[in-house]
């Protein structure tokens, strides 16, 4: 079935620098989806992308929709402490050709930001 | 703002009795919702899918008759525990589709089966 894994699995970053999370598949998605995770809480949707090839920006976070369709990657520029969480990429479930909209979630990437 | 609110954030109950949890689209009408479930330091797990106005749809393995979902209306799902048991505590999410792939979630529900 579809998979999406995630890369790096953590990361331990200081305050200021610029972060990088990828997210690939086995196979072809029409949208991408990054989501933030707060501990305790539902997933916040950061970034939605259509088309491949799309690259958006939401503030400090850009993402980009892969141009073979089966990855994207997320960057934060500038971290602060309140970057801290964990990221998950999603995609629509390829059954029924993507329009129930199931998402399937990849394996997330903890983000820590040192002060 | 959040657009989907989920209640209660934190529910505690005694094993064998049932709880329901509430899932509402704010501002929008979600002919589909989603039911996740999610495990300390795991990813998120899909559960069903629940259409307004007829049954949800239950993923491999999800007991359809210790879940049970509502969807009466357009802006409202409930996920009803069953003769909860411990194993069944966990972070349980709904979500809901506004448009064009977009989907939103609600801040979650923990529960506690004691």
């Known amino acids: 079935g579809q998979q999406l894994n995630q890369s790096p699995q953590s990361m331990f970053i200081q305050e200021g620098e610029d972060v990088s999370m990828n997210c690939t598949s086995s196979?072809?998605?029409?949208?991408w989806l990054w989501y933030k995770q707060d501990p305790g809480e539902g997933p916040v949707l950061l970034i939605a992308?259509?088309?491949?090839?799309e690259l958006t920006s939401n503030g400090r976070l850009t993402a980009q929709f892969g141009i073979t369709r089966k990855d994207s990657f997320l960057n934060i520029s500038a971290s602060i402490p309140s970057d801290v969480g964990i990221y998950f990429c999603?995609?629509?479930?390829?059954?029924?050709?993507?329009?129930?909209?199931?998402?399937?979630f990849g394996t997330g990437t903890l983000l820590a930001v040192q002060p | 703002g959040a657009v989907v609110s989920q209640h209660p954030s934190r529910v505690i109950c005694k094993s064998g009795t049932s709880v329901k949890i509430e899932c509402r689209s704010l501002?929008?009408?979600?002919?589909?919702m989603f039911w996740y479930r999610q495990f300390p330091k795991q990813s998120l797990m899909l559960m069903a899918t629940?259409?307004?106005?007829?049954?949800?749809?239950?993923e491999q393995g999800v007991e359809k008759d210790k879940f049970l979902i509502n969807h009466a209306s357009l802006t409202l799902s409930t996920l009803t525990v069953t003769s909860a048991h411990p194993e069944d505590s966990s972070f349980y999410i709904c979500?809901?589709?506004?448009?064009?792939?977009?989907?939103?979630f609600g801040e979650g529900s923990w529960l506690t089966v004691v």
């Open positions: 979500s809901a589709v506004k448009r064009r792939n977009t989907i939103y």
């Open positions: 196979s072809i998605f029409n949208t």
């Open positions: 992308l259509y088309k491949a090839g």
């Open positions: 999603a995609g629509p479930s390829g059954e029924s050709g993507g329009a129930t909209n199931k998402l399937i």
């Open positions: 501002d929008f009408q979600a002919t589909t």
């Open positions: 629940s259409n307004e106005g007829s049954k949800a749809t239950y």
